[in-house]
């Protein structure tokens, strides 16, 4: 592909701490596999459909953006901050079959990770300051279990599009085709499982996905087929304001504080 993309792993890291945490709380006490980067030349611009749109992934050269993701189970949005290797997820999960809910947030800028978390739906849940808690990387058992900076596609597009079967382009900066979600670092991109699960299914997965006037992915779609107990189901990413985007940069004063005792308790679960 045309440039070192993101990793699978940050986002799934992302929703599976927080799935895993949900989980935890539950009882009232995830890491996602990490995608491989290739790189290649950019290409020109009489270049093949596919070529085309993965020159339009992110490569870390555009600035600050934004980001959002849905898939089955769980909604994101956020900012990349490439020169900084920076970004903030945020993510909120819906109510698990006790109705408790939670909202997770990390702030990471290179080595430094903030946290926020909120519980809701059942007595007893943990409460945390509604300001960045900072981590303390030392203090965590398994350091898979907070995101780190895998590069500036972080929603995946790169992978799943590469993964591609066929790309037409229908007009301008609109592209069609099929994916094959269960080859290599496209399966990754999923939840644990569930490409296996698609079977032949999954070898013919439509996609659609919008390059902007600027040249730059605006937003990649797949219409993920139903699986099992799965329902059919849309995997959205879309990418905006490149350039735009204010920076990413440390909280400071009233808006952060020291992560406490508790906060790495959950972590560690």
Not at 12 to 30: D, P
Not at 95 to 121: C, E, N, R
Not at 207 to 232: M, N, Q
């Amino acid at each position: 592909m045309t440039q070192a993309t993101g990793s699978a792993g940050t986002i799934r890291r992302a929703v599976g701490t927080a799935a895993a945490l949900l989980a935890a709380t539950t009882l009232l006490g995830g890491c996602g596999p990490k995608v491989g980067s290739t790189a290649a030349p950019r290409t020109s611009p009489s270049a093949a459909p596919k070529e085309a749109l993965l020159d339009a992934v992110p490569d870390g050269t555009e600035g600050a953006f934004q980001f959002t993701g849905k898939d089955a189970s769980s909604n994101l949005t956020g900012r990349i901050d490439p020169e900084s290797k920076a970004f903030e997820i945020n993510t909120a999960m819906a109510p698990d079959k006790d109705g408790i809910t939670m909202k997770m947030s990390f702030l990471l800028i290179g080595d430094q990770i903030w946290m926020k978390a909120k519980f809701s739906g059942h007595p007893g849940l943990p409460k945390f300051p509604n300001k960045w808690m900072k981590l303390d990387r030392a203090k965590l058992t398994d350091s898979g279990s907070v995101p780190s900076y895998d590069g500036a596609d972080q929603g995946n597009a790169g992978p799943l599009i590469d993964a591609a079967t066929s790309v037409e382009e229908q007009g301008p900066g609109k592209y069609v085709g099929f994916i094959d979600v269960t080859s290599g670092n496209a399966a990754q991109a999923l939840e644990d499982g569930e490409a296996a699960a698609l079977g032949e299914a999954g070898k013919h997965v439509p996609f659609t996905a919008l390059v902007g006037p600027d040249e730059h992915l605006a937003s990649l779609t797949l219409e993920i087929p139903a699986a099992g107990k799965r329902k059919a189901y849309e995997y959205v990413v879309t990418y905006a304001g490149y350039g735009s985007t204010p920076k990413i940069t440390v909280p400071t004063g009233g808006a952060a504080t020291k992560a406490p005792a508790t906060a790495y308790e959950m972590l560690n679960s």
